[in-house]
């Protein structure tokens, strides 16, 4: 989302000596990598050799495993930096996202909402992709670019990620008499078509997705309504996905558009402050994130992976997905570790291991009870809960079937998983 037209944040500038550039002519400084003249690779979580602070900086890191059939990539495809109306410099997303783990992520900022233009001046809109590049060097992250097609209602704002020329999204047919004039320059902006900009996004390859379609500054009821824009560019296989979690929201109306229309589901930070301020993951909070289940660990592979839907969201503890994608995820989560009957009872002790940074939410959907649980059992990230079921009878073949709450297929309803159990009976 976008700030109000009303920006009074104060700016400070990055440290960079212009003496540099001086030295060099600008058209030879174009053809240097990003990397002489960006700021600096972005730091990794300090922990001085401490093994207890290695821990907790391993603590805030999303974890989910690899599936039967894919690699799991945790991604944020929907970021702010002071390149629109977010108040960080590039590094520091890329710093965050090195913390919490991302595989991949993407700085998306509104073309044509510009708050911080008298101070950044950038006319050349990959400049904050270059810089988040530059910060990444040497890291593991993938940084995929994109921008964010900002208009109006109906239209709203789309994300277009995996383009090559953000300059070719947006057009100023009539330049405001202040370039500096915030709202001016946004007027200029929103008057090109936005079909132009899907258009040019499109061209490029891009992946598209409808940001925060319920947004009650465009949409006061809160409610995403599917509208000819947007229906028009489906069918025209221009939009391919839709968030269904942005930030502290999640939209039902939204995830049942998704499931109608077949639209990949995603979910995003689209932070502008800090990941630290908004989700406080020293305090176990985590941003919202895609889990995207690709063939490979590449951005080639991120990309049809998004563009097949194979998707998952994790949005405040919540799993939200379709049924191929969350089976996959549940299945590779969940594993029974130790089932045996305790001596002389036909009392079955059933311990599951997490292999996920979700707690799992089990509810009991057998006639069996258990001994030491209520019809709810709990099993908290990374760790093994340890239950005792009551058959009946010393059975070879138990099956355990739990709906899970913490996870959404439709905006009503949850997955079930079956746990098969196999314990030796003497
Ligand atoms: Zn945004
Ligand atoms: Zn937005």
């Given at each position: 989302?976008?700030?109000?037209?009303?920006?009074?944040?104060?700016e400070?500038?990055p440290?960079?000596?212009?003496?540099?550039?001086?030295?060099?002519?600008?058209?030879?400084?174009?053809?240097?990598?990003?990397?002489?003249?960006?700021?600096?690779?972005?730091?990794?979580?300090?922990?001085?050799?401490?093994?207890?602070?290695?821990?907790?900086?391993?603590?805030?890191?999303?974890?989910?495993?690899?599936?039967?059939?894919?690699?799991?990539?945790?991604?944020?495809?929907?970021t702010h930096t002071v390149f629109s109306d977010g108040h960080v410099w590039p590094?520091?997303r890329?710093?965050?996202?090195?913390?919490?783990?991302?595989?991949?992520?993407?700085v998306t900022e509104h073309l044509?909402y510009q708050p911080h233009i008298?101070d950044i001046p950038h006319a050349d809109r990959n400049r904050a992709y270059a810089e988040t590049?530059?910060?990444?060097?040497?890291?593991?992250?993938?940084?995929?670019?994109?921008s964010e097609?900002?208009?109006?209602?109906?239209?709203?704002?789309?994300?277009?990620?995996?383009?090559?020329?953000a300059?070719?999204?947006?057009?100023?047919?009539?330049?405001?008499?202040?370039?500096?004039?915030?709202?001016?320059?946004?007027?200029?902006?929103?008057?090109?078509?936005?079909?132009?900009?899907?258009?040019?996004?499109?061209?490029?390859?891009?992946?598209?997705?409808?940001?925060?379609?319920?947004?009650?500054?465009?949409?006061?009821?809160?409610?995403?309504?599917?509208?000819?824009?947007?229906?028009?560019?489906?069918?025209?296989?221009?939009?391919?996905?839709?968030?269904?979690?942005?930030?502290?929201?999640?939209?039902?109306?939204?995830?049942?558009?998704?499931?109608?229309?077949?639209?990949?589901?995603?979910?995003?930070?689209?932070?502008h402050?800090?990941?630290?301020?908004?989700?406080?993951?020293?305090?176990?909070?985590?941003?919202?994130?895609?889990?995207?289940?690709?063939?490979?660990?590449?951005?080639?592979?991120?990309?049809?992976?998004?563009?097949?839907?194979?998707?998952?969201?994790?949005?405040?503890?919540?799993?939200?997905?379709?049924?191929?994608?969350?089976?996959?995820?549940?299945?590779?989560?969940?594993?029974?570790?130790?089932?045996?009957?305790?001596?002389?009872?036909?009392?079955?002790?059933?311990?599951?291991?997490?292999?996920?940074?979700?707690?799992?939410?089990?509810?009991?959907?057998?006639?069996?009870?258990?001994?030491?649980?209520?019809?709810?059992?709990?099993?908290?990230?990374?760790?093994?809960?340890?239950?005792?079921?009551?058959?009946?009878?010393?059975?070879?073949?138990?099956?355990?079937?739990?709906?899970?709450?913490?996870?959404?297929?439709?905006?009503?309803?949850?997955?079930?998983?079956?746990?098969?159990?196999?314990?030796?009976?003497?």
């Amino acid at each position: 989302m976008s700030d109000t037209f009303t920006h009074s944040d104060v700016e400070t500038c990055p440290a960079f000596s212009i003496k540099h550039l001086s030295l060099i002519t600008l058209p030879l400084a174009l053809l240097i990598t990003t990397n002489v003249f960006g700021h600096g690779a972005a730091s990794a979580p300090a922990t001085q050799g401490n093994p207890e602070i290695q821990t907790q900086a391993d603590a805030r890191k999303i974890v989910f495993p690899d599936t039967e059939t894919h690699k799991t990539l945790v991604v944020d495809l929907h970021t702010h930096t002071v390149f629109s109306d977010g108040h960080v410099w590039p590094k520091i997303r890329v710093g965050e996202a090195l913390r919490d783990g991302l595989d991949a992520m993407a700085v998306t900022e509104h073309l044509e909402y510009q708050p911080h233009i008298a101070d950044i001046p950038h006319a050349d809109r990959n400049r904050a992709y270059a810089e988040t590049l530059a910060a990444a060097e040497g890291s593991d992250l993938m940084v995929i670019a994109g921008s964010e097609i900002t208009r109006s209602e109906p239209v709203g704002h789309i994300n277009a990620v995996f383009i090559n020329d953000a300059n070719a999204l947006f057009e100023i047919t009539t330049p405001p008499e202040d370039p500096a004039d915030v709202r001016a320059l946004f007027e200029a902006s929103d008057a090109w078509p936005a079909q132009n900009a899907v258009d040019a996004a499109a061209k490029q390859g891009a992946f598209m997705f409808w940001n925060h379609p319920y947004w009650t500054a465009q949409s006061p009821d809160g409610i995403a309504r599917m509208n000819d824009f947007h229906q028009g560019n489906i069918e025209a296989g221009k939009l391919h996905g839709i968030e269904v979690a942005n930030g502290r929201d999640y939209s039902a109306e939204a995830h049942a558009i998704a499931l109608e229309h077949s639209l990949t589901l995603i979910g995003v930070s689209d932070v502008h402050d800090l990941i630290d301020w908004d989700y406080a993951p020293h305090n176990g909070g985590h941003r919202p994130v895609n889990l995207v289940l690709a063939t490979d660990r590449t951005p080639e592979a991120l990309r049809s992976a998004l563009f097949a839907g194979r998707t998952l969201v994790w949005f405040k503890n919540l799993l939200i997905a379709r049924e191929p994608e969350m089976t996959a995820m549940l299945d590779a989560s969940l594993e029974v570790t130790a089932a045996s009957y305790r001596p002389n009872t036909q009392v079955l002790d059933v311990s599951i291991h997490n292999h996920s940074d979700a707690r799992y939410d089990l509810h009991n959907l057998t006639d069996m009870t258990f001994m030491d649980h209520a019809n709810h059992i709990s099993i908290a990230p990374h760790a093994t809960t340890t239950f005792s079921v009551k058959p009946g009878e010393a059975a070879t073949n138990v099956a355990l079937t739990f709906e899970v709450r913490n996870a959404l297929l439709t905006p009503t309803s949850h997955p079930s998983i079956t746990f098969n159990v196999t314990p030796e009976v003497e």
